[in-house]
């Protein structure tokens, strides 16, 4: 079965250009996500969503950063301008189970974006 | 493969060896706790998980002993392998909220051929 595929797997660009990173989540998986992992932390959530619903958006800068899930299934997050803090790892994860599951998310690869 | 971290608290332990690793974690209402690994240039793999009505939960090689009184989470790797050399991540999951896992911020085992 394939896991989470993400892409591109590494993005270099300059400040206030604009960046768009791609997700395909296991099948069937209703749960998605968007993590941004910097050097040295623990990865912290941009926004989930269940089906095509964002359902947790809380934390995503929604000054620059915007996602979508059209359909339910692929999911894009996008950043215009990027500004050079936006330097990290952007993990996308899905589960099958929205709440009441354990919590185990299966993660991609990550695209790790480097802005100059 | 890069870094996934280059400040992050380190455990140094020889091949063959038992690590242990801790995490501390914030929200009471969390009932579920995850540990994953994540080895450089992927993302992090789950290992282990444990309920809030547990204590303990035994994998293979992996045990995860949860502390509900002083918060506290630990990831025992017994008979360490240079394959287990990696970060380790905690997490808590508060599922009435749904599946928000948050991370705590990672441990760096390092083994020792």
């Known amino acids: 079965e394939a896991g989470v595929v993400q892409s591109p797997r590494y993005k270099i660009i300059e400040k206030k250009q604009p960046v768009a990173f791609w997700c395909n989540p296991i099948?069937?998986?209703?749960?998605l996500y968007w993590y941004r992992q910097n050097l040295g932390q623990g990865p912290e959530l941009l926004i989930r969503?269940?089906?095509?619903?964002?359902?947790?958006d809380s934390q995503l800068p929604k000054d620059r950063f915007s996602a979508e899930r059209l359909k339910g299934v692929d999911s894009t997050l996008k950043i215009q301008p990027a500004e050079l803090g936006d330097s990290a790892v952007y993990l996308c994860a899905s589960s099958p189970a929205a709440g009441g599951g354990t919590g185990e998310l299966f993660f991609g690869e990550g695209s790790r974006l480097t802005v100059l | 493969g890069e870094s996934v971290g280059l400040h992050l608290p380190t455990l140094s332990v020889q091949e063959g060896d038992n690590s242990i690793i801790n995490c501390a974690y914030s929200?009471?209402?969390?009932?579920?706790f995850i540990w994953y690994k994540q080895e450089s240039g992927k993302g992090p793999q789950f290992i282990i998980d444990?309920?809030?009505?547990?204590d303990k939960r035994q994998g293979q090689r992996v045990t995860v002993l949860l502390n509900k009184t002083v918060k506290h989470l630990s990831l025992q790797i017994a008979a360490t392998q240079p394959g287990d050399s990696a970060v380790y991540f905690c997490?808590?999951?508060?599922?009435?909220?749904?599946?928000?896992?948050?991370f705590g911020g990672g441990t760096r085992v390092l083994v020792k051929p």
């Open positions: 099948s069937g998986h209703n749960t």
């Open positions: 929200n009471s209402a969390s009932d579920y």
């Open positions: 997490a808590e999951n508060e599922t009435a909220a749904g599946n928000k896992l948050t």
């Open positions: 969503y269940e089906n095509e619903e964002a359902v947790d």
């Open positions: 444990i309920r809030s009505n547990m």
